[in-house]
Nanobody, 125 residues
Framework: EVQLQASGGGLVQPGGSLRLSCAAS????????IGWFRQVPGKEREGVSA????????YYTANVRGRFTISSDNAKNTVYLRMDRLKPEDTGVYYC??????????????????WGQGTQVTVSS
């Protein structure tokens, strides 16, 4: 059974930091890319960041570049998203996802092979 277990969300003040984790099981980790989508009410999920587990290629959407850092621990089958200098507009439900190609996770919802559950990130004072 394929599982993507997301964790690490929470409430943080503007300027603060959070680290999201996505623990994967049930598929060959190195054959996929894993990333994060963000969804806010009334809007479609948008790709935030992703990493290829085969070659390390990374993707960041423009408004998080320089503030968010994605990384992987292949020994633990886990991908991390370090989010620094958080802004209120980063608020949303963050979903972990897996696909064969990293750029699918930039926003091609139909190309996602597996979804994890969401974790809420709220940036507010």
């Amino acid at each position: 059974e394929v599982q993507l277990q997301a964790s690490g969300g929470g409430l943080v003040q503007p300027g603060g930091s959070l680290r999201l984790s996505c623990a994967a099981s049930g598929f060959v980790f190195g054959d996929y890319a894993i990333g994060w989508f963000r969804q806010v009410p009334g809007k479609e999920r948008e790709g935030v960041s992703a990493i290829s587990l085969s070659d390390g290629k990374q993707y960041y959407t423009a408004n998080v570049r320089g503030r968010f850092t994605i990384s992987s621990d292949n020994a633990k089958n886990t991908v991390y998203l370090r989010m620094d200098r958080l802004k209120p507009e980063d608020t949303g439900v963050y979903y972990c996802a897996a696909a064969r190609e990293v750029m699918v996770l930039a926003g091609n919802l139909e190309g996602v092979d597996y979804w994890g559950q969401g974790t809420q990130v709220t940036v507010s004072s």
